[in-house]
């Protein structure tokens, strides 16, 4: 038996993976924003005083977890502040852990961003444990960058995955004791009043724990500093308690931004809805009940739960019920998210859709067809869109129509068809405005050379106000190409419609 490492309650030794990510809700912004990226940005959380940091992104340099906004706002001063959104990170959480169940069905959760896996058991399935750790990977999107650490109980592989690098697994081996030494005792899992307590006792490393002895810790500390100890030698007793999980299918997209358009709230919903029945787990089977719903910044989260008088066989169907429901139950607030959970799943039904395919879905497995051979050829960058209008008299060109993913089985989310860009430009001012300049292009500056149009709008009466000054401009290379300048958020932008 190995030193330091209690035995599972069965014959055969736990092997247990702790796949960490690191700064889980930075990313899982990034992921919704990847306008951000390479920018600095914090999250803050605007229910406690003082709103304080509980994450930041990379180049957020010098910002601090429980700082506090206005000192994070002084220290970096192109920062931007996103607030919390609790619920989008904890249903994309879930799905990493329905993912990590793929692989293997014992997932504990631990906080945000940490899960354990066990691995015993697995080896001949994947290969040996390093091809059951490999498959762990595989899984999780290479955007959140898992730390996994790997060993005979939680608390060590939690360690473990504490000292490894992004995508290169890290084992602790067998003198445990010996591999948690060095570390601080800051990542044990006990009260934040122990640690504090420690570190004013010199204990602050996990091996001055160790040397600290057993009777001595609880001496002084109580229980907690007993099984501080332990931990801190290796041993955790705490048992594995994978998590139970209900046969549903839940699917999210980003919306490209904040709306109360009920339009734009169906495409979303018919996207997740033709993702969801195109599923290995939904073919030829009913669902009983969907729960549609969406994170709303500085408010409670909208949800809207259907539950189906008779099983639904079709996402058609699903759509019309669910549809009636929105227009007398839409959300107050704007939102930019959509996630739908769909449980009660029936058996089969018998009735095989092969059938019943018409010409317009075989056009359409045609083109899917298409895409995702494509797809493969070009890295797994979806070709083939649906264009969608959704408010074609919106004075915003982004606002008018979406692009749906032809195969609904693509993890893209929702896009707007005229997506602005973020533009560098140089100002001039004339007739009380501010006008361009130039513009930054291809690492270089290019005179304005005339303006053909000027028009603007201004929504001041929206939840999320909007207005903008429009030029039709040619620059000094000759190019045609439309600015426009956001007042509201004093930046410029490049209007590809």
């Known amino acids: 038996m190995r030193a330091g490492y209690p035995r599972s309650s069965g014959s055969a030794e736990m092997i247990v993976a702790c796949v960490l990510i690191t700064h889980y809700r930075a990313k899982t912004e990034l992921i919704r924003r990847p306008e951000l990226e390479g920018r600095a940005f914090a999250v803050s959380d605007r229910s406690r005083p003082g709103s304080p940091v509980i994450d930041y992104s990379p180049t957020a340099r010098g910002v601090f977890p429980g700082m506090t906004i206005q000192r994070a706002v002084s ?43 066990r691995l015993d058991g697995l080896e001949r399935l994947y290969g040996g444990e390093s091809g059951a750790v490999s498959a762990l990977m595989d899984v999780v999107s290479d955007h959140l960058n898992p730390r996994v650490g790997v060993a005979y109980a939680k608390f060590p592989a939690y360690a473990a995955a504490r000292r490894a690098e992004p995508m290169r697994p890290v084992r602790a081996g067998d003198d445990v004791g010996h591999f948690l030494a060095p570390m601080s005792i800051d990542i044990l899992p006990v009260s934040a009043e122990l640690k504090s307590a420690l570190h004013r006792f010199g204990l602050r490393l996990l091996g001055d724990v160790a040397l600290t002895g057993r009777r001595a810790m609880f001496d002084r500390f109580g229980r907690e500093g007993a099984t501080a100890w332990e931990l801190s030698t290796g041993i955790d007793l705490r048992p594995f308690v994978p998590r139970e999980v209900e046969e549903s299918v839940v699917e999210y997209t980003t919306l490209p931004f904040a709306t109360t358009s009920m339009e734009m709230v169906r495409v979303g ?140 089985l693509a993890s893209d989310s929702v896009r707007a068809l005229h997506m602005p860009a973020s533009a560098e430009v140089r100002e001039t001012t004339g007739e009380g405005e501010r006008r361009p300049a130039s513009l930054l292009r291809d690492g270089g500056w290019r005179r304005i050379e005339r303006i053909d149009e000027r028009w603007k709008f201004d929504l001041w009466w929206l939840p999320q106000p909007m207005s903008r000054s429009y030029y039709r401009v040619e620059s000094s290379d000759g190019s045609l190409l439309t600015l426009f300048r956001d007042e509201v958020a004093d930046r410029w932008y490049t209007q590809a419609a």
């Open 75 to 117: 220290t970096v001063s192109d920062l931007t502040v996103l607030d919390a959104d609790e619920p989008c990170y904890q249903v994309l959480f879930g799905r990493l852990l329905d993912s990590l169940g793929r692989v293997s069905d014992m997932v504990e959760a631990g906080g945000l961003g940490e899960a354990y896996v």
């Open 269 to 408: 919903l018919d996207m997740l809805l033709r993702r969801a029945f195109a599923r290995p787990v939904l073919k030829n089977r009913s669902i009983g009940s969907a729960l549609l719903e969406s994170s709303v910044s500085g408010g409670e989260p909208w949800k809207l739960h259907v539950r189906f008088r008779t099983p639904v066989e079709r996402w058609e169907r699903a759509s019309e019920l669910m549809g009636e429901r929105i227009e007398t139950e839409s959300p107050l607030h704007p939102i930019d998210d959509l996630s739908l959970t769909i449980s009660d799943l029936g058996g089969e039904t018998g009735v095989q859709a092969g059938l019943i395919r018409d010409a317009r879905e075989s056009g359409r497995e045609t083109l899917v067809g298409v895409d995702r051979r494509l797809s493969s050829r070009f890295g797994g960058v979806r070709a083939l869109h649906r264009a969608v209008e959704v408010a074609p008299w919106h004075p915003a060109p982004e606002m008018r129509s979406l692009l749906v993913p032809i195969d609904p």
